[in-house]
T-cell receptor, first 108, second 115 residues
């Protein structure tokens, strides 16, 4: 299936700093989903993006889908310790294939 | 929201034995479920798509005789790791889609340790 490349693999920030993770594909994606996995937990759905250039916000989280539908980003403004975890993007209309994930750690 | 339950959450077994993991959709019917495997600090690797009433579809490189999948009803899929070896030790997670949104709901995961 199509592969999505996710960067960075790790990100460590001071609490209050912003954080961004990126997903890139060499081919056009039908949709992209974002999930968060807390340490020791299971992935939890955050959002799905379908439209070209789409931007969605959830409180401090901003999700973007590129105009060409080949890339997406998740941006967290003013991180809090509760944001700690691994963020995965995933794509696929039938089966979902995930990127490598970005592990976010935060210094309080 | 939809709930997917997975059991057992942890299992330790001896090398050569078989282990069965159950995945249930508690408040919706799932004609399709997905099984993932996750190594420590790594991504979720799709192993197979479990189809109710028919054979599972395995991803390239996943041994179907090693990882037996049965989806006998619209709310239950099972993954059996046969003749387990230490390299099979991993975190196995199932998921299912509720109709409409395309959102995947994940079970809590099963951590398998093979001694």
């Amino acid at each position: 299936g199509q592969q999505v490349m996710q960067i960075p693999q790790y990100q460590h920030v001071q609490e209050g700093e912003d954080f961004t993770t990126y997903c890139n594909s060499s081919t056009t994606l039908s949709n992209i989903q974002w999930y968060k996995q807390r340490p020791g937990g299971h992935p939890v759905f955050l959002i799905q993006l379908v439209k070209s250039g789409e931007v969605k916000k959830q409180k401090r989280l901003t999700f973007q889908f590129g105009e060409a539908k080949k890339n997406s980003s998740l941006h967290i403004t003013a991180t809090q310790t509760t944001d700690v975890g691994t963020y995965f993007c995933g794509q696929g209309a039938q089966k979902l294939v995930f990127g490598q994930g970005t592990r976010l750690t935060i210094n309080p | 929201g939809a709930v997917v339950s997975q059991h057992p959450s942890r299992v330790i077994c001896k090398s050569g034995t078989s282990v069965k993991i159950e995945c249930r959709s508690l408040d919706f019917q799932a004609t399709t479920m997905f099984w993932y495997r996750q190594f420590p600090k790594k991504s979720l690797m799709l192993m197979a798509t479990s189809n109710e009433g028919s054979k599972a579809t395995y991803e390239q490189g996943v041994e179907k005789d090693k990882f037996l999948i049965n989806h006998a009803s619209l709310t239950l899929s099972t993954l059996t790791v046969t003749s387990a070896h230490p390299e099979d030790s991993s975190f196995y997670i199932c998921s299912a889609r509720a109709s409409g949104t395309g959102e995947l709901f994940f079970g809590e995961g099963s951590r398998l340790t093979v001694l």
